[in-house]
């Protein structure tokens, strides 16, 4: 029985304007923070100057030695500082911290503060190895290294006649979220309070006891409505948290620290650049012998998150495809720019355009339609990924495949494109396509490792309260739970309230991260209602009015009693992943999709228009089709933008363009009709047989459009933006 | 901050002329950009010039449009004889930010602040509009094609007052506006090319492509001389004598140049039977 269909439960706050983000709380008494940063990509600070022209007694300063705990901004590593006490490591970092009633009166200090810096030697280019002074982490810059191997793909590629070549690069993306960074913080009777724009109030927890030396039940961190993230909001508001704390503690009063769009732009994480050689041997009739991959990431000048980036998006490099012998070697390295970081698609998008640029190659090289090469390659049940993963999840992938190609009306297209470009002197046209995957949860053991909880109340009148950590940003997680638990427990869904994230209230469910909100966190609420039902002694067939009573019965025999269901993640049978050798189940569950893209090219200016886009998705069961539909037409906007416009400039490792005059985001008149299909295979594990969906859109638009462009110019399309200036010169090559 | 608020135009220019460091603001679309870092604006004066109804509205007289300074993008893109007779104030107007900014801004804030990527200027200069300033001295007429000095630098000294914009009333054959953004919309021009045929000839106008806009003289005498164009890249010396576009964070110069040659060559060669 499919879930009853509900609209989106914050909706009509948000689009009258009615929701109250954290910039619009009205906290008495709160002083503006704002943040100075290095104005240097490398060095020693010298020295700190107030320029004497300014009071700086009407202000709270803070540096480094003001941090009680340890300095640094806690996450995989403890690389980063919280404040940079003797070094810096790129321009923007945080150094001083100042609070002040009047944000006009900020704006002027920081143009007051210079920090002085004694340079040392920088590293630009994360292609290039580092030179010994250039050395800042380790002996080689490299955060991380991982190789995958299934079977011999040297000797394969040693003897092969045919070998197929390519270099591939991507550039960073901002996340433009509409809401900028910005978090409240106050003390209140010992306890540190946090409000905030957050995907991961528990991430934000953690990294706030260790920087301020706090125990647990000192520090309560509660998101506020959440304007967008797309993992902008994962691990860079713990550092945002700390500074806003920081500035709370010595102004002795609440502080609101709130990012503007320009200081978003060039301070926050963005997704990680990256750099992927192919060497790949073919048979005539396209099947792959063997694939020899080369990937490295950019991870800036901390470490953060770029190591899981790395491993998901080399578990993701090789494609959806069945080859025996895959050797993938990756790393990611340090360099002196802005720490790049979690991102929709989490390294995925990169590795993926790479290898799906990279069929389109192959095809052309052996004379075969690119649809052949894949219809020959793609997985089939029984048969292993690049980490000897068997799928046997009964997704019809050829099927998927040729969805894609009716819906698109490929053929005919591609027919209808052969005339058009003789016809037309200023004006290509092409069709291009890919198939892809993208693991759904936390890799390998990173779910049993997060040990989720979940908590449904019931409340004296009857009605529920389910309690997760896993925060609405968009993308509807409060509508998703709703709709389950209301299923579950046979109660209407007004009867059904999420809790606001806060620690202090709700139990720890995982980050809101890696498209595992509905597939796990989803099931754990269901579990912990079937708890409920249990503590009450009901049996499944119990539903609604019974479920409300049974509540009510139960709060009036235990007055002021805590009614809880708990749900607690268990893994599936059959996972296994080992961390050492890169060999196992990295996933519980895949999406599979295959995507087409209609593209125009402008020979006058070189410029894009994509003309028609099919998407095309097996996504387990759809708890909530006009959401899972947005998030795939919103996932395809975004994939545009970082395939043919947005791109960040960069001047001794800052962005030089942050300004939305300048780094520019697609308009619905850059977008074309996005065409979404769903294919619901029930995955058996995930809440109602949902698989993860958020980030899969993300990895396919770059490789469709790209070999769309090829198919139309006969372009190399191997560089990520393909901006008209970038095409002229590739079809100048 | 201080806000003066005149109702009439002598008001507004004995203002200006005594505090000539007083900033007129009409829509403010230019002004107000990213103002919260301009903090050397905050302390200044402006002289909103909203309550001046006399510079409101367009009128037509002896054949020629007249804009009243206040006149927005919004008001042409409702005035139907203007689509007739100079459809290029309507294609550029719709492509001006969108509907918010079309309705705010106006003609003479386009043409005061001096951008050179100002898409309202390129069309307005494409049919060779006149300018008209005043101030307690008496009113100045100055060609648009003239007004540019520099970048961001115009023959209006800071006493005067743009009040009108003038547009002969002259038959136009070909009239052409092209626009490359970076993306379809709310983009800044990185390429701008107005042109139009007039009886006197070919008027050719670029934007985004030198520290003004400016008319290209040497791209209109080639169009002017009837001789074949070959190919587009056959342009290029000719539009290099008359622009020179730099790299920026929105373009680079070797692409500017390079597409507004072929933006003439194939526009222009449904026109110009000589091109075929
Ligand atoms: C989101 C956005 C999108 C935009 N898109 C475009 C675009 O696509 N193309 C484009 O060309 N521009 C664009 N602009 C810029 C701006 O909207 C235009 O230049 C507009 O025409 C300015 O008019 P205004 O009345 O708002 O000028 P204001 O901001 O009021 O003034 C601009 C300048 O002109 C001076 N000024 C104004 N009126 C007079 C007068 N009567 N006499 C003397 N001086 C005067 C002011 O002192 C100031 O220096 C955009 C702006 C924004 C914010």
Same mark, same amino acid.
């Given at each position: ?37 290095? +104005? ?68 002027? #200090?920081?143009?007051?503060? +210079? ?56 550039? #960073? ?11 409240? /913080? =106050? ?36 998101? +506020? ?73 950019? &991870? ?17 490099? /090789? &494609? ?136 449904? @109340? ?26 389950? @638990? ?17 620690? #202090?209230?709700?139990?720890?469910? &995982? ?74 189940? #990295?996933?519980? /569950?895949?999406?599979? @999709? ?56 960069? =001047? ?55 070999? /769309? ?25 | ?10 008001? %507004?220019?004995?203002?200006?002329? %005594? ?34 109804? %006399? ?23 409702? *005035? ?65 094609? *003239? ?70 003289? %040497? ?58």
């Amino acid at each position: 029985m499919p879930l009853a269909p509900l609209l989106r439960r914050e909706g009509l706050a948000k689009l009258s304007g009615r929701e109250q983000y954290v910039d619009d709380l009205d906290i008495p008494g709160a002083l503006h923070g704002i943040t100075v940063r290095s +104005t240097s990509a490398r060095g020693t600070i010298r020295n700190i100057r107030f320029d004497p022209e300014i009071d700086w007694s009407s202000f709270v300063i803070v540096d480094h030695r003001d941090v009680p705990g340890l300095n640094t901004v806690k996450l995989i590593e403890t690389d980063q500082p919280a404040l940079a006490a003797t070094e810096v490591r790129h321009i923007h970092e945080p150094v001083v911290l100042l609070a002040h009633p009047s944000r006009r009166a900020l704006r002027k #200090a920081v143009r007051a503060i +210079t920090i002085e810096v004694d340079p040392l030697p920088s590293v630009l280019d994360f292609t290039v190895r580092p030179t010994p002074e250039q050395i800042q982490h380790g002996s080689d810059n490299i955060y991380k290294q991982i190789t995958i191997t299934k079977g011999d793909a040297r000797s394969i590629l040693a003897d092969a006649p045919i070998i197929v070549e390519g270099v591939y690069r991507t550039g #960073a993306q901002e996340h433009v979220y509409l809401e900028p960074q910005g978090m409240i /913080a =106050e003390e209140v009777d010992g306890v540190i309070i946090i409000r905030g724009s957050m995907q991961c109030p528990y991430y934000v927890h953690t990294a706030v006891c260790h920087a301020l030396g706090r125990e647990a039940d000192q520090v309560r961190i509660i998101q +506020t409505p959440t304007g967008g993230a797309f993992g902008g909001k994962e691990e860079f508001p713990s550092g945002v948290a700390i500074h806003a704390a920081l500035l709370a503690l010595k102004a002795g009063r609440p502080v609101r620290l709130v990012y503007d769009r320009t200081e978003d732009l060039a301070a926050t994480t963005k997704r990680h650049p990256s750099w992927t050689r192919h060497r790949t041997a073919v048979a005539s009739d396209g099947q792959l012998l063997a694939q020899e991959i080369t990937f490295l990431l950019d &991870g800036g000048a901390y470490m953060t998150l770029s190591p899981v980036v790395l491993s998901r998006g080399m578990i993701h490099a /090789a &494609g959806p495809y069945h080859c025996e012998h895959i050797s993938i070697d990756g790393r990611a390295v340090l360099s002196n720019t802005v720490p790049f970081g979690a991102f929709r698609g989490f390294g995925a998008p990169q590795s993926l355009f790479a290898v799906e640029r990279h069929m389109d190659r192959i095809a052309l090289r052996l004379g075969l339609d690119p649809v052949t090469v894949r219809q020959r390659n793609l997985l089939a049940d029984g048969q292993t990924t690049a980490t000897g993963q068997v799928v046997a999840d009964g997704v019809d992938r050829q099927g998927l495949l040729n969805r894609a190609l009716s819906l698109s009306d490929y053929a005919a297209k591609r027919e209808t494109h052969r005339q058009f470009n003789i016809d037309t002197p200023d004006r290509r046209r092409g069709i291009g396509l890919t198939t892809f995957f993208h693991g759904a949860g936390f890799t390998g053991s990173g779910e049993v490792y997060l040990d989720s909880k979940v908590a449904v @109340a019931g409340l004296p009148d009857g009605t529920i309260e389910v309690r997760t950590a896993s925060t609405e940003m968009g993308q509807g997680t409060t509508t998703i739970f709703t709709q389950l @638990a209301s299923d579950r427990l046979g109660l209407p869904p007004e009867a059904v309230a999420i809790a606001q994230p806060d620690t #202090a209230v709700v139990p720890n469910s &995982g980050p809101t991260v890696a498209s595992r909100t509905a597939m796990i966190v989803g099931r754990l609420v269901q579990e912990a209602c079937d708890d409920l039902r249990r503590q009450l002694s009901l049996d499944a067939t119990d539903r609604g009015n019974d479920v409300a009573e049974a509540i009510r019965a139960w709060h009036r025999t235990h007055p002021n009693g805590l009614l809880l269901g708990q749900g607690h993640y268990r893994p599936p049978p059959g996972i296994e992943w080992d961390e050492g050798t890169y060999r196992g189940e #990295a996933y519980g /569950a895949y999406g599979w @999709a295959a995507y087409v893209a209609e593209v125009e090219v402008d020979l006058r200016t070189y410029g894009t228009t994509v003309l028609d886009f099919v998407a095309v998705q097996d996504v387990g069961t759809v708890l909530n089709t006009t959401l899972a539909r947005g998030q795939v037409q919103g996932g395809v906007a975004q994939g545009i933008g970082w395939t043919l416009m947005e791109e960040c400039q960069w =001047e001794d490792g800052a962005m030089t363009n942050n300004q939305l005059t300048n780094y520019i985001i697609p308009t619905s008149s850059d977008i074309p009709p996005i065409r979404v299909a769903f294919q619901e295979t029930p995955y058996p594990h995930g809440a109602e047989g949902a698989k993860g969906l958020g980030e899969l859109p993300m990895d396919g638009p770059a490789p469709a459009i790209a070999n /769309a462009i090829a198919a139309a110019t006969g372009a190399e399309a191997a560089v990520l933006p393909l901006t008209p200036e970038r095409l002229m010169a590739d079809l100048d090559r | 901050m201080s806000v003066l608020r005149p109702t009439t135009i002598d008001e %507004a220019v004995a203002v200006l002329s %005594a505090q000539p460091e007083a900033i007129p603001i009409a829509g403010g679309t230019d002004l107000m950009v990213h103002w919260p870092h301009r903090l050397e604006l905050h302390e200044k004066t402006f002289v909103d010039l909203s309550r001046l109804t %006399a510079l409101r509205g367009l009128r037509w007289q002896d054949g020629d449009l007249v804009m009243g300074a206040l006149t927005t993008y919004w008001d042409v893109l409702l *005035d139907e004889q203007i689509g007739r007779r100079f459809p290029l104030l309507h294609r550029a107007a719709r492509q001006v930010g969108a509907v918010q900014i079309q309705t705010r801004g106006t003609w003479a804030g386009n043409v005061g602040n001096g951008s050179p990527a100002a898409d309202g200027v390129a069309v307005l200069m494409a049919y060779d509009a006149m300018v008209e300033l005043t101030s307690v001295r008496g009113v100045d007429v100055v060609p648009l094609r *003239d007004f540019y000095t520099g970048y961001k630098i115009s023959h209006r000294t800071p006493d005067q007052l743009i009040t009108a914009i003038r547009l002969p009333g002259i038959p136009y054959r070909t009239q052409i506006f092209e626009k490359v953004g970076a993306r379809k919309a709310q983009a800044i021009s990185k390429i701008g090319v107005a042109m139009v045929e007039a009886p006197g000839g070919w008027v050719v106008v670029a934007n985004s492509m030198a520290p003004t806009i400016r008319r290209c003289r %040497a791209v209109e005498a080639v169009l002017n001389s009837g001789h074949p164009i070959s190919s587009p890249e056959a342009l290029h010396d000719t539009i290099l004598q008359d622009v020179h576009p730099i790299d920026d964070l929105r373009s680079t110069g070797e692409y500017r140049v390079r597409v507004m040659a072929r933006l003439l060559y194939h526009d222009l060669r449904e026109h110009i039977a000589a091109f075929s």
